[in-house]
T-cell receptor, first 112, second 114 residues
Framework: EADIYQTPRYLVIGTGKKITLECSQT?????MYWYQQDPGMELHLIHY???????EKGDLSSESTVSRIRTEHFPLTLESARPSHTSQYLC???????????FGPGTRLLVL | AQKITQTQPGMFVQEKEAVTLDCTYD???????LFWYKQPSSGEMIFLIY????DQQNATEGRYSLNFQKARKSANLVISASQLGDSAMYFC???????????WGAGTKLIIKP
């Protein structure tokens, strides 16, 4: 099992607030990913990182930003939350040569 | 064109029956990997099983097996002796060549009836 952590698990916040979703893994994996997923729908890659100081935007345009200052930490920030940001956010890291992605428990965000 | 297609949006299956969840893929790269994940209502994504394009045998992991038909470009997940706890969304995903990112299907919602 991969050890990957996300906090908070649930977040209800008002429009315009700045939020940071935390993601940490303890396995020293170089590659980490952020996905956005609406309930019952497919995953959309919004950001990824292949190592420290390396970040890229994914297929889905997102107003969020990420940073990768330490290998184990890959936080996602929304500078000004909007109701359209309401979704589940999943963080993953890869463990093996197959590029199997292991996921954290997710953060469910509700922006009022 | 869709690279990963899961044609069953939802399925109802009687407990203890076997289940087959369909996944077809599209790639011209001879080297690829196929993954299945389970997502219960709690939201976490759980890795189930992997099949590499060069693997000679179909992958198996406990009650999960992969019916890999390379010529048809299908990688169906088979769950034997289904249990109530198997009720979840199931996603098929593919890694192409040296691309680290996964391409995801739309998922199939499986409901096991008692």
């Amino acid at each position: 099992e991969a050890d990957i952590y996300q906090t908070p698990r649930y977040l209800v916040i008002g429009t315009g607030k700045k939020i940071t979703l935390e993601c940490s893994q303890t396995m020293g994996h170089d590659k980490m990913y952020w996905y956005q997923q609406d309930p019952g729908m497919e995953l959309h890659l919004i950001h990824y990182s292949y190592g420290v100081n390396s970040t890229e935007k994914g297929d889905l345009s997102s107003e969020s930003t990420v940073s990768r200052i330490r290998t184990e930490h890959f936080p996602l920030t929304l500078e000004s939350a909007r109701p359209s940001h309401t979704s589940q956010y999943l963080c993953a890291s890869t463990k093996d040569s197959r590029e199997t992605q292991y996921f954290g428990p997710g953060t469910r965000l509700l922006v009022l | 064109a869709q690279k990963i297609t899961q044609t069953q949006p939802g399925m109802f299956v009687q407990e203890k029956e076997a289940v087959t969840l369909d996944c077809t893929y599209d790639t011209s790269d001879p080297s690829y990997g196929l993954f299945w994940y389970k997502q219960p209502s709690s939201g976490e994504m759980i890795f189930l099983i992997y099949q590499g394009s060069y693997d000679q045998q179909n992958a198996t992991e406990g009650r999960y097996s992969l019916n890999f038909q390379k010529a048809r470009k299908s990688a169906n997940l088979v769950i034997s002796a289904s249990q109530l706890g198997d009720s979840a969304m199931y996603f098929c995903a593919m890694r192409e060549g040296s691309n680290y990112q996964l391409i995801w299907g739309a998922g199939t919602k499986l409901i096991i009836k008692p």
